[in-house]
């Protein structure tokens, strides 16, 4: 059984064993983790998944201030604790705990150390004689439309945005065409006044906002059209807006540095953002 769990400098008793509502590991994903084999106390490839750990973390952005002889003295006596003679050890790191932000842009974190162990005997026993796949199109993790709290990618984008002096990242697929952005969904207003935001092809998130504002353009008598649009196209249009319930009708007045038409609020999308609080009110 095991029945200890490791967090953050302590060892608790399962039932007791918690994490922070505002761990970004529970909030975002933002964490990274590795398993480790262990049989008759021996670790199986300890330094190895330690080297990917730190591998993992240092492309993340974030460090463990822990050296690999004490990672590997916690999770020994964690086994020696649980009684455990064949089994695995989850070495997970979470970014930290902080408010909740995407972007960890000058947060002060510190790495949340979490260990758990399980037992492996039935397992072993299970799939000594073999197990039945199946295959399926690799589609991770390619379900923007579903709102997930997976969210790694939206966090490292935000962040270099923000480093990049700017509030938000626009994601590009693998076309070149906008999706949407890292926290919002993305419009463009082209010269000939036509307002474009992607249509809902499951590579964005069907925004609340965004369908509240096909209501707010109604009102104003403008028309929108759903579909695709380029960074070319984001370059060139004489407005740009972002939309989301945090964000509600944003103006963007600069992309990449360069000036979105005359690099001022626009008509199109001041009109749209008074109606939207409007409509509520
Ligand atoms: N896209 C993404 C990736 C988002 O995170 C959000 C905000 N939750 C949106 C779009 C906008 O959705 P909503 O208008 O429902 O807030």
């Known amino acids: 059984m095991s029945n200890f769990i490791y967090v953050d400098g302590q060892y608790y008793r399962k039932d007791n064993a918690r994490v922070f509502v505002n761990d970004r590991g529970y909030q975002f994903g933002d964490s990274v983790y590795e398993v480790v084999l262990f049989r008759n106390n021996i670790f199986y490839d300890f330094e190895d998944h330690i080297h990917r750990l730190r591998r993992s ?7 463990l201030n822990k050296s690999d002889k004490v990672l590997f003295l916690i999770c020994k006596y964690l086994i020696k604790l649980n009684k455990i003679s064949f089994g695995s050890v989850y070495i997970q790191v979470s970014r930290g705990v902080f408010d909740r932000d995407h972007s960890f842009n000058k947060m ?57 002096n700017a509030e938000e990242a626009i994601f590009l697929d693998d076309k070149g065409f906008v999706t949407e952005g890292s926290s919002s969904n993305v419009w463009i207003l082209d010269n ?28 104003n008598q403008i028309k929108i059209i759903e579909k695709k649009f380029t960074q070319k196209e984001l370059y060139n249009a004489k407005e740009v807006f972002i939309s989301s319930a945090s964000s509600f009708v944003t103006p963007v007045n600069r992309v990449d540095n360069k000036k979105i038409g005359n690099g001022e609020v626009g008509f199109f999308s001041k009109i749209l953002r008074k109606t939207y609080f409007e409509i509520f009110e």
């Open 108 to 164: 002060k974190l510190s790495p949340v150390l979490v260990i758990i162990t399980k037992n492996n005997k039935t397992d072993f026993l299970r799939n000594a004689t073999g197990i039945n796949a199946i295959t399926l199109n690799d589609t991770r993790w390619k379900y923007p439309d579903i709102k997930t709290t997976q969210l790694l990618p939206n966090v490292l984008a935000k962040t270099e945005a923000n480093r990049k």
């Open 57 to 63: 973390l240092k492309s993340l952005d974030f460090n």
């Open 192 to 219: 000939n006044d036509n307002l474009f935001t992607r249509n809902l092809d499951g590579s964005i998130l069907p925004g609340i906002t965004r369908k509240t504002i096909f209501e707010c353009a109604k009102l």
